[in-house]
């Protein structure tokens, strides 16, 4: 799967009007199952406690509109799903230009931009619009209609575990987390789920797996919360490394967040690749922290989680409304997301111990695996060969050498292939 059909995906999500709940996550996750055949979905009803949270009813939205007193839409839910506070009650009311302004919500940074708004856990009813729009109302008597209601229902989410293939898998995981909730947002809602899609046809395909990856999908916050309230010993026990996809569809610089601490497998690895994959990332702390990261570092949780993205979650301009639409993201923005992911992914399988087999350094040459005439600048090619067996003494992991002779892994895993093949190293 490529950046073209990660990007077509796309374009099937973004019409939908999701929530945290209900229709539009099932459709929404009806259509990813078609790609992964084995995603399991599963339901939590309501009024079910998950640590400190409830999960809340269904919200079921079938018309909204705001009409002027001659018939005219000022919007329309039909016309774009952002005009609706998320989770509105039902309203039927006729009032005065002052009272609707009560029930409007705007972007003041944007102006030409519809806002997403939601009230989830508090009752109430509203609309949202641009604030030019907003601004060049007149006075005149307004009819605010939201055909919705709250039910007892379930909160819809899915996972799917992909087990190691190898000979000697290591018994632990690769944790991969995206959420499906947000109504037509490219960028924040679209991205992460298609980069998942991508990345499990790419963990299909890997040969000789020593990690079992899971991926997990369901609504923000209180999807993961959920997921943890049900998961929590199965991914302390196995996880060695986890991260959360959002925000992985646009082109520009890539984002590191780091785990609560900064110092685990996937932060070591994430940073590893960024270093030596794009030298103008931009590095956060935690304290910048988005997304659902929240929830898998929060204490006595603290799982190795960070997240790699490319413009940060809550930190790009048409972040949270209308402006985050389909012209946002592209083929080759997800292609870069899939080619780092892919590295990093690479990089995990092949973090081992590794020790040379023989003392001093081995006779390269009778393998072919050195030149075999001796001049200036004939050793630069193998540079990195000679780098990794000098720091190969089964103290240091691949990621530590990495760093310590300034080669990338993706350098260095066909070096290592030889060398196993060869029995020149073995795996401490």
């Known amino acids: ?3 073209q059909d990660m990007y077509k995906l796309a374009q099937r999500l973004f019409p939908i009007p999701r929530s945290i709940t209900g229709k539009g996550v099932r459709d929404s996750l009806a259509i990813i199952k078609e790609y992964v055949p084995e995603l399991e979905i599963h339901e939590t009803p309501t009024g079910t406690q998950v640590f400190d949270w409830t999960i ?5 939205i079938n018309e909204a509109y705001i009409e ?13 799903n952002l005009h609706v506070l998320g989770y509105s009650e039902p309203i039927d009311k006729y009032v005065s230009l002052e009272e609707l302004l009560e029930y409007v919500y705007v972007d003041e940074a944007r102006p030409g931009a519809i806002p997403y708004v939601t009230s989830y856990y508090k009752k109430r009813s509203g609309f949202c619009m641009s604030k030019n729009q907003r601004d060049s109302l007149k006075q005149d008597t307004y009819h605010m209609y939201i055909d919705s209601k709250l039910k007892d229902g379930f909160l819809t989410y899915a996972d799917v575990v992909i087990p190691a293939d190898s000979e000697h898998p290591k018994g632990k995981e690769i944790y991969f987390s995206t959420y499906i909730c947000h109504p037509s947002m490219a960028n924040n809602e679209c991205s992460g789920p298609c980069l998942m899609v991508a990345l499990i046809d790419a963990v299909k395909k890997m ?3 020593k990690y079992d990856y899971r991926f997990y999908i369901g609504p923000e ?13 199965t991914l302390q026990d196995k996880m060695a ?8 569809g646009d082109n520009r610089v890539y984002s590191y967040i780091p785990s609560r601490e900064g110092d685990t497998l996937a932060d070591r690895v994430a940073l590893n690749v960024l270093k030596h994959h794009s030298k103008d990332y931009l590095r956060f702390t935690f304290l910048d922290r988005a997304s659902d990261e929240r929830q898998y570092c929060a204490p006595g949780v603290d ?12 930190g790009y301009p048409e972040y949270h409304t209308s402006d985050d639409d389909l012209t946002v993201i592209s083929p080759e923005g997800f292609d870069g997301s899939l080619q780092v992911y892919t590295k990093i992914i690479n990089a995990l399988e092949y973090n081992e111990n590794y020790k040379v087999t023989c003392f001093c350094e081995p006779q390269l040459g009778k393998r072919g695996l050195y030149p075999t005439v001796s001049k200036r600048g004939s050793y630069d090619e193998v540079a990195a060969m000679r780098h990794l067996i000098a720091y190969a003494d089964g103290k240091r992991d691949l990621l530590q050498i990495s760093e310590k002779i300034g ?11 030889r060398m196993l093949s060869e029995s020149l190293f073995e795996i401490v």
Not at 56 to 60: C, F, G, K, M, R
Not at 407 to 417: A, K, N, T
């Open 68 to 80: 002027d007193s001659k018939g005219n839409r000022i919007i329309d839910f039909a016309e774009h």
């Open 56 to 60: 809340p009813q269904e919200w079921e």
């Open 241 to 248: 490394a986890g991260f959360v996809l959002t925000c992985e």
């Open 303 to 314: 799982l190795p989680v960070c997240c790699v993205c490319r413009s940060r979650c809550a």
């Open 221 to 233: 916050t209180i999807g993961s919360i959920n997921y943890l309230a049900h998961n929590l010993k």
């Open 207 to 209: 040969k000789n797996r």
């Open 1 to 3: 799967m490529n950046g």
């Open 407 to 417: 080669q990338p892994i993706d350098v260095l895993i066909p070096v290592i292939d």
